[in-house]
């Protein structure tokens, strides 16, 4: 039975409870850090020249790719994942236990299930978080990064830890010259917390679309509902990435900046007032029509593909890093992030960057 001191402590916890969600207030929210994970090993132009029919010159001309950093065999996405999110921590001055929830975007999980955001938790010890992942490629850490902020903007979190990894080696046909010479491995992870005001930088705004009639175009079909793991998915090479590659090029310079062009038109901007437009590293000759599209001089525009090539949902975050790295991101710079990629998927957001 019930006692009645129970029944007064239980109204009380529900009022209170009640209370605090009444009080809970919008804010704004911003990227506080960044970190990456980028494996030593290296696969240059020259390595891929005496692994299929290809030359520097071609990859140089028509990706401006020079080199892709690959995972030794058994290193995961959640081993690079954790990684760059320790960094974050140590960075930052947190303790594992104040991320209260994780959101992984990737395309190359270390298993169908559980969720790699599970696997990335257990490593770096985030004990009582929650988490997630999100499977959308090219477009995931963009889409993931805009997640966080409405859990830090509706006022229910404060350290939300977003993480963009993929482990492409694990899913490209190295026999393959028209992919296998775009992509490459990395992590990187943001930290999304709150924001004072403008001036401490924060998210202003952002569109997304996703449009699949261009699923055929950029895929990978096997192991999914569709075509479950067999003997013959993998005697046709179903397990690996296969894309036609100049319909997604013309959707990609396309979309993208079509996007940006939206964006900035609504917050009453041109591509000028832009501090640094950091885009998806898919293919240089994307990144400079985007660019030219939404008239943002190439002294703004933050490219490594050079170094990197294409880590899919890690490129905007290891772009972050290199911006930091070369001095060129400061507190209330005006960034604009873009991407693109399979689904099709696109986005962009426009931020005041935050630290
Ligand atoms: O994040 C999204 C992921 N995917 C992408 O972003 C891909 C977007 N697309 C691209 O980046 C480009 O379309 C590629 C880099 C994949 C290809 O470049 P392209 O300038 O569109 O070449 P193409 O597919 O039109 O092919 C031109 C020629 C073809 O030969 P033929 O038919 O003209 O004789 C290809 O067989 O280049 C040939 N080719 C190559 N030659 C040397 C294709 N790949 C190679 C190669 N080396 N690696």
Redesign the pocket.
Known sequence: MVSTLDSVNKQQAQQSALATAAQRKPQLAKISGVATAVPPGLLTNQDLEKM????DE??VT??GIRQRHIVEKGVTSSDLGAQAAQKLLEQKGLKPTDIELIIVATVTPDMMLPATACLIQEKIGATGAWGFDVSI??SGFLYAQQIAVQFVANGTHENVLVVGVDIMSSIIDYTD???C??FGDGAGAALVQPSSGVEDGCFLDYIFEIDGSGAQY?RLAGGGSKHPASHETVDKKMHYVH?D??T??KF?TLKMSELCHKLLERNGLTGSDISLFVP?Q??RR?IEAAAERIGAPMERVLVNIDEYG?T?AATLPIALQTALSQGRLKKGDLVLMAA???GFSAGATLLRWGY
Do not use: E
């Open positions: 299929v029919d290809t030359t071609w990859i028509r990706t490629a090219c010259r028209a992919t010479i775009i950029l894309q590659g100049r997604v090029f990609a998806h898919a293919n994307i294409n899919t693109m990629g399979a």
